[in-house]
């Protein structure tokens, strides 16, 4: 991949779920920034919770960076700031790949759940995530990568309490990108792959295939042995799909 690579981080995450796929590609150009409350810029500014606000960070870390086109990769909540960012910044992005996300609103219940989910960690903490471990993690790495499961469980222990709350009012009034993605494949994209965990129970193949559709009907490439972190699970077979993007 000749342009440089932007991986945007899942909920309640950071840059470091990509360390493990960032050593499986040494000759791409990476940048990975920390969104907003997550080790990136401060809340204290950040306004009512929106993924523009998270999509201008990153457009304005790249520039900071002197990057002014970029392959956009992201997973889960970087997969819903990949698209606002086709929304707000078409011109930097010359490529996408989304990986364990989707294009789709959250239902009704969705978003509902979002909400009393940020009102419980500002109450009782990060210990309100805990619960989210089986669903990040595919069913094979829980059985069979108990080192793996310790460090999620450490993340998901260590996230800042504002930072999950903003995120997570964030992500629920996010519009749907059905049509951001159309209008993207139509402009011509230099790269778009579609990437989902073949034990996604978050974000799975429905999903992969709805935007894959979008984006003109591209295959969808299905991760084996990975749930909803593939490029944490498996990034061997991620970095495979990303090498010949």
Do not use: C
Request: hydrophobic share 45%; charged share 25%; proline share 7%.
């Amino acid at each position: 991949m000749s342009l440089p690579l932007v991986l945007i981080h899942a909920f309640p995450l950071t840059p470091a779920v990509f360390d493990d796929l960032a050593l499986q590609l040494p000759d791409t150009t990476l940048l990975r920034p920390a969104l907003r409350g997550f080790g990136g810029p401060a809340l204290d500014d950040a306004g009512e919770p929106s993924l523009d606000t998270y999509a201008d960070d990153v457009a304005a870390e790249l520039a900071a960076n002197g990057v002014d086109r970029a392959v956009v990769g992201g997973l889960s909540l970087g997969g819903y700031v990949t698209m606002a960012l086709l929304r707000r910044h078409p011109d930097l992005v010359a490529g996408v790949v989304l990986i364990d996300t989707k294009a789709s609103a959250d239902t009704d219940e969705a978003r509902a759940n979002r909400l009393r989910m940020a009102d419980a960690v500002e109450r009782n903490g990060a210990r309100a995530l805990r619960p989210m471990l089986d669903t990040l993690l595919g069913a094979t790495t829980r059985r069979d990568r108990p080192a793996l499961v310790e460090r999620v469980t450490g993340w998901l222990d260590a996230a800042p309490p504002d930072g999950v709350a903003w995120a997570q009012r964030a992500m629920a009034a996010r519009p749907p990108s059905f049509d951001t993605l159309r209008d993207a494949a139509a402009r011509g994209l230099d790269v778009s792959s579609v990437i989902v965990g073949a034990e996604d129970t978050l974000t799975g193949r429905d999903e992969a295939d709805a935007m894959a559709v979008a984006l003109g009907g591209i295959p969808v490439h299905v991760v084996d042995g990975a749930g909803h972190l593939s490029p944490l699970e498996r990034p061997d077979a991620v970095a495979a799909v990303l090498s010949t993007a």
